[in-house]
């Protein structure tokens, strides 16, 4: 699976949008991008996948740019529940077992 | 519909001791997955079932082995703890279909001394 590179901490105000990028230039075609996030403690929970069309849904909307190489989640109104830190996957989708592959991602602080 | 349950919580070992770690899910779900998550780290992958009679390694198999029950049921065994096993431990969970989530469960938490 191609390597993804975020920002360690982002802070955002309580009501704004929370921007996160990940860059992911060694992407193949084959290749979706994932993110997931893991509350203090919790099992990491699905929040949304795109292949290269931009994506929303009730939880974020998900900016991919048009050569693949970075994309961006979108919290549109960050909530204080939302801290949490954020990993952005770039999967293989194959037979092969489906894995997630898990960097270090993002931790975001939301502040009231 | 509790969705994907470990067992235990929590446990403490001592070097050389052996434990099984118990998964189970109620989703109907094919494919079943042990993570391993380090302080401060991302979760890796320790072994996978893609269906019910298989099993495959992940990225770090290396003391640990697995069994595949049943369709419900993924338990993970660490024949002889060593302090280096000391993690949270995830289970999760996938329908089958190429680009289907990972549902996870609540993880355990294991130290051995």
């Known amino acids: ?112 | 519909n509790a969705g994907v349950t470990q067992t235990p919580k929590f446990q403490v070992l001592k070097t050389g001791q052996s434990m099984t770690l118990q998964c189970a899910q109620d989703m109907n779900h094919n494919s079943m997955y042990w993570y391993r998550q380090d302080p401060g780290m991302g979760l890796r992958l320790i072994y996978y079932s893609a269906s019910e009679g298989t099993t495959d390694k992940g990225e770090v198999p290396n003391g640990y082995n697995v069994s595949r029950l049943n369709k419900r049921e993924f338990s993970l065994r660490l024949e002889s703890a060593a302090p280096s096993q000391t993690s949270v431990y995830f289970c999760a969970t996938q329908r089958g279909g190429l680009t289907d989530t990972q549902y996870f469960g609540p993880g355990t938490r294991l130290t051995v001394l």
């Not at chain 1, 994932?34 to 990491?44: A, L, M, T």
């Not at chain 1, 795109?50 to 009730?58: D, P, Q, R, S």
């Open chain 1, 1 to 112: 699976d191609a390597k993804t590179t975020q920002p360690t901490s982002m802070d955002c105000a309580e009501g704004r949008a929370a921007n996160l990028p990940c860059n992911h230039s060694t992407i193949s075609g084959n290749e979706y991008v994932y993110w997931y996030r893991q509350i203090h403690s919790q099992g990491p929970q699905y929040i949304i996948h795109g292949l290269k069309n931009n994506e929303t849904n009730e939880m974020a909307s998900l900016i991919i740019t048009e050569d693949r190489k970075s994309s961006t989640l979108i919290l549109p109104h960050a909530t204080l529940r939302d801290t949490a830190v954020y990993y952005c996957i770039v999967r293989v989708v194959n037979n092969a077992g489906n894995m997630l592959t898990f960097g270090g991602g993002t931790r975001l602080m939301v502040k009231p």
